[in-house]
Nanobody
Framework: VQLQASGGGLVQAGGSLRLSCAAS????????MGWFRQAPGKQRELVAS???????NYVDSVKGRLTISRDNAKNTVYLQMNSLKSEDTAVYYC????????????WGQGTLVTVSS
């Protein structure tokens, strides 16, 4: 499956963005999906994930501000980002993993989110 992330950009602190991850080549309805981010000088971290039955999980630093969702009919996963902070500045990647696997095997190219304070 090929993943294409989009929707990044420059936003002021307190603002909102919605990232999209469009899949092609295979359906995502049978895959768990995740959004990762990597800030300059930091390790990549998983910020939000959604299972095939839409159970979601978030890293503590984004709870209540970021929301992951999926539209299997559109083969797309979203990350709604509200109340953005400067520390949310990073390259955001979407990824997919097959049920039963712990690792994410499919990755998008990343989209840059810059939050100005």
């Amino acid at each position: 499956v090929q993943l294409q992330a989009s929707g990044g950009g420059l936003v002021q602190a307190g603002g909102s963005l919605r990232l999209s991850c469009a899949a092609s080549g295979n359906i995502i309805s049978d895959k768990h999906m995740g959004w990762f981010r990597q800030a300059p000088g930091k390790q990549r971290e998983l910020v939000a994930s959604i299972t095939v039955v839409s159970i979601t999980n978030y890293v503590d630093s984004v709870k209540g501000r970021l929301t992951i969702s999926r539209d299997n009919a559109k083969n797309t996963v979203y990350l709604q980002m509200n109340s953005l902070k400067s520390e949310d500045t990073a390259v955001y990647y979407c990824a997919a993993r097959n049920s039963g696997r712990r690792t994410y095997d499919y990755w998008g190219q990343g989209t840059l989110v810059t939050v100005s304070s």
